[in-house]
């Protein structure tokens, strides 16, 4: 099935570093969400967009609704070593209840010590 | 937030026979719940979305009979793997979602191996 391309791969970064990913479709989204996922667990949301061009914050997570609705971006300020693990994000074609999510392929995020 | 829950969290289950997997809301009711496979260092991938009070929808190249899927009720779905073999080792993983609700929550996951 399809997936959405993350960028980066993976990260080594040093605690207290800024965070940026990417997520890109070749096709619309009109919700986009980002997901965090601890080793051996599921993942458990961190932000929901729902409005082309929204920039929303939870916490030290932003998160941006890219203008063309084929994109996303989140970004990690002040890394904590609570923030290691992998990043996922997933796009939904509309709000109907049944509709399904696709996934991105993931962003790994470690923090050197 | 809601919670889902899944049992068991990990099992081992010999070649051939069957392994059930329930995932469960547990404060809200769910019409809709979604099962993925996730093998190691991959993302997830959506295997069937199942519909209380019918049948699943299954995603391309999964296979309906192999990996059975129950609705019955508004707070559990159940996946059956039938006559596991060691390729479907992996964790599966639950979602669920309330009624017009865009956010889908997860369960915890649960590791299958199959020797």
């Known amino acids: 099935g399809q997936q959405l391309n993350q960028s980066p791969q993976s990260m080594f970064i040093q605690e207290g570093e800024d965070v940026s990913m990417n997520c890109t479709s070749s096709?619309?989204?009109?919700?986009w969400l980002w997901y965090k996922q601890d080793p051996g667990e599921g993942p458990v949301l961190l932000i929901a967009?729902?409005?082309?061009?929204e920039l929303t914050s939870n916490g030290r997570l932003t998160a941006q609704f890219g203008i063309t609705r084929k994109d996303s971006f989140l970004n990690i300020s002040a890394s904590i070593p609570s923030d290691v693990g992998i990043y996922f994000c997933?796009?939904?074609?509309?709000?109907?209840?049944?509709?399904?999510?696709?996934f991105g392929t993931g962003t790994r995020l470690t923090i050197i010590p | 937030g809601a919670v889902v829950s899944q049992h068991p969290s990990w099992v081992i289950c010999k070649s051939g026979t069957s392994v059930k997997i329930e995932c469960r809301s547990l404060d809200f009711q769910a019409t809709t719940m979604f099962w993925y496979r996730q093998f190691p260092k991959q993302s997830l991938m959506l295997m069937a979305t199942?519909?209380?009070?019918?049948?699943?929808?299954?995603e391309q190249g999964v296979e309906k009979d192999k990996f059975l899927i129950n609705h019955a009720s508004l707070t559990l779905s159940t996946l059956t793997v039938t006559s596991a073999h060691p390729e479907d080792s992996s964790f599966y993983i639950c979602s669920a979602r309330r009624h017009q609700n865009t956010e889908a929550f997860f369960g915890q996951g649960t590791r299958l191996t199959v020797v």
């Open positions: 967009l729902y409005k082309a061009g």
């Open positions: 096709s619309i989204f009109n919700t």
């Open positions: 199942s519909n209380e009070g019918s049948k699943a929808t299954y």
């Open positions: 997933a796009g939904q074609r509309s709000n109907f209840g049944n509709e399904k999510l696709t």
